[in-house]
């Protein structure tokens, strides 16, 4: 079973860092791009950034863009996330996921693998 595990989440001001990281595993884990979304209360669940490997080539949300950058080991099923300038709005859960067979990279559906979350809070 195929599982994906994030860490990295935390409360900090704003106008700081963090840095999550997302490691895939499992026999049957098929992954050609790994990324974020977020989820704040309430919301629904959006698209942050991702990095498709055949390439290394990334994408990420208009309100991130500046501020926040993935990178990753394909080798090792790795994906981080540096976040800086951290805003309040910035503050959700952060999920990693994973997925294959899709060019739609912004949305849930193309991803296959989800990790369970990692709250973030930014505090003003």
């Known amino acids: 079973q195929a599982q994906l595990v994030e860490s990295g989440g935390g409360l900090v001001q704003a106008g700081g860092s963090l840095r999550l990281s997302c490691t895939g595993s499992?026999?049957?884990?098929?992954?050609?791009?790994m990324g974020w979304f977020r989820q704040a209360h309430g919301k629904e669940r959006e698209f942050v950034a991702t990095?498709?490997?055949?390439?290394?080539?990334?994408r990420y949300a208009d309100s991130v863009k500046g501020r926040f950058t993935i990178s990753g080991d394909r080798a090792k099923d790795t994906v981080y996330l540096q976040m800086n300038s951290l805003k309040p709005e910035d503050t959700a859960v952060y999920y990693c996921?994973?997925?294959?067979?899709?060019?739609?990279?912004?949305?849930?559906?193309?991803?296959?693998?989800w990790g369970q979350g990692t709250q973030v809070t930014v505090s003003s």
């Open positions: 499992g026999r049957a884990f098929r992954r050609d791009f």
């Open positions: 996921a994973a997925g294959f067979s899709s060019i739609f990279y912004t949305s849930t559906r193309a991803y296959n693998y």
């Open positions: 990095i498709i490997w055949n390439g290394n080539s990334t």
